[in-house]
């Protein structure tokens, strides 16, 4: 069974950075794609970035495309969203998923999720 915990959110300032951390375990994931989600307030969820595990081709929502890299250690079975010039609007939890499809904008059908961890930017 596919578990994924998350770490690394918190309270920055806009134009900060913080990284996500998602720990995976309870599968071999080198056939998963591997990503994260946001969920604002009163707004649907919302693809965020996805890499693949096998080969590390990762690709991005054009609203954060060029400030966010996702990326993968495979010695500690972790994800990570690296998040840089941060935005108010880029305060959401922020969920780690797994499946083994390509991900993206619909996430009804994401197969494992994260408990999710709380972004906040200040403007």
């Known amino acids: 069974q596919v578990q994924l915990v998350e770490s690394g959110g918190g309270l920055v300032r806009a134009g900060g950075s913080l990284r996500l951390s998602c720990a995976t375990s309870?599968?071999?994931?080198?056939?998963?794609?591997m990503g994260w989600f946001r969920q604002a307030p009163g707004k649907d969820s919302e693809f965020v970035a996805a890499?693949?595990?096998?080969?590390?081709?990762?690709y991005y929502a054009d609203s954060v495309k060029g400030r966010f890299t996702i990326s993968r250690d495979s010695a500690k079975n972790t994800v990570y969203l690296q998040m840089n010039s941060l935005k108010p609007e880029d305060t959401a939890v922020y969920y780690c998923?797994?499946?083994?499809?390509?991900?993206?904008?619909?996430?009804?059908?994401?197969?494992?999720w994260g408990q999710g961890t709380q972004v906040t930017v200040s403007s």
């Open positions: 998923a797994a499946d083994l499809h390509e991900l993206g904008p619909d996430s009804t059908r994401v197969a494992s």
């Open positions: 309870g599968s071999t994931f080198g056939s998963y794609v």
């Open positions: 890499i693949r595990w096998s080969n590390n081709n990762a």
